[in-house]
């Protein structure tokens, strides 16, 4: 299951956004001392195809696409160096496939700022540098038991010469995902779980009175835009309680306080984009199922997320894109008749919103 990673500094709202996106009523407070083990949830995907499918099925079962969320414990400045729950933030860090960055802009004399002020640029700028620090570190010991070796061989040569590559690049305070990197030199790095190399999304979590211009917030947006970095402004508190409310008193709250869209759905979507997945469904009167591939995974990989044995079989993928399904009447017979309905072999590039059928014989 593919992990999202809460991080920022203590008291920015991580667990507020946590709240917001899983609706886990997990407590709002402080990290207790010594407190390590970070709050978890499994959460679905929202997506009004699938929910158009379980209308049209009528399925037994449904079973929509999920991201796992895990909120982290706040890290504090020199975590890298074993400062507050440094080493064992960065462990639970290196596990999650993206990060989702929680910058506070909110103002609150109850919450004290760890560093005194609210500044959401010089904020994000230090956990980023603990985050470099923390590479920076992991490619110091591995350079170190390679050049403690008596001789390498070609392959450690290679990885150290690689290695030498990305410390440089982080010595100048720039993280690994802006560093020029082919494919190859990609797959040499999995095993290294680099925090700056995996993708970002910083969330910007304001109070309910900051609407419209906020300088504080546009400094660091500018900040990031230059850097290619997704960013979503967050009324984290506000989201949080608008979640406990039944639908239709929630409904009522929007409109009174003038809010079209809650964050949460849009920072979900967001978070399963920078994690470079797409859908794919399964459909009939037994289950409607939404499916998980990384973008540019082919017609077999998308076999191989069903089961093993229809990978190992495959023969061949029927396909429809749910577009042509809903404008073709809903009915494979009908998609069939208009040329829709294709078949295609291992190599085919799964679309998102592809509705698929696998015909294999093991």
């Not at 699938?50 to 969320?69: G, H, M, N």
């Not at 419209?212 to 970095?229: R, Y």
């Not at 608008?242 to 079209?260: N, V």
């Not at 998308?302 to 009447?329: K, N, P």
Request: proline content about 4%; aromatic content about 6%.
């Amino acid at each position: 299951m593919l992990k999202c990673g809460i991080v920022g500094l203590p008291l920015c709202g991580k667990s507020t956004v946590f709240n917001v996106i899983t609706r886990a009523g997990v407590e709002v407070k402080p990290y207790a001392s010594g407190k390590t083990e970070p709050n978890r949830a499994l959460v679905s995907v929202p997506d009004a195809r699938f929910d158009r499918l379980v209308e049209i099925f009528e399925p037994k079962k449904v079973t929509p696409a999920a991201v796992e969320f895990v909120d982290l414990a706040g890290l504090s400045r020199d975590a890298s160096k074993g400062a507050g729950l440094g080493n064992s933030f960065l462990s639970f860090a290196a596990e999650s496939d993206a990060l989702l960055h929680v910058v506070r802009v909110f103002t609150n004399p109850d919450v004290p700022h760890p560093e005194d002020t609210v500044d959401p640029l010089r904020d994000w700028r230090i956990v980023e540098m603990e985050l470099i620090y923390r590479d920076l570190s992991v490619i110091e010991n591995r350079l170190s038991r390679i050049s403690a070796k008596k001789k390498n061989t070609l392959e450690e040569s290679v990885e150290a010469e690689l290695l030498k590559k990305l410390q440089d690049h982080l010595m100048e305070e720039r993280p690994l995902r802006e560093c020029l990197l082919t494919d190859e030199e990609r797959k040499k790095l999995t095993g290294f779980t680099f925090l700056t190399l995996k993708p970002e999304l910083v969330i910007l979590n304001l109070d309910e009175g900051q609407r419209g211009s906020v300088p504080q917030a546009e400094a660091l947006e500018a900040e990031l835009e230059g850097k290619g970095l997704g960013v979503v402004r967050l009324f984290g508190s506000l989201e949080m309680d608008l979640t406990q409310l039944e639908p239709e008193e929630r409904a009522e709250f929007m409109k009174e306080l003038d809010i079209a869209e809650l964050g949460r759905d849009r920072l979900i979507h967001k978070a399963y984009r920078i994690l470079g997945l797409i859908s794919f469904f399964t459909s009939g009167k037994d289950e409607v199922r939404a499916w998980t591939l990384r973008q540019g995974d082919n017609a077999v990989d998308a076999a191989g997320a069903i089961h093993s044995d229809l990978a190992r079989g495959f023969i061949r993928a029927q396909i429809v894109a749910y577009e042509d399904f809903i404008a073709a009447g809903a009915t494979l017979a009908a998609c069939r008749d208009k040329g829709v309905l294709r078949l295609e072999g291992k190599e085919y590039p799964v679309k998102d919103g592809d509705m698929i059928e696998i015909r294999y014989n093991v």
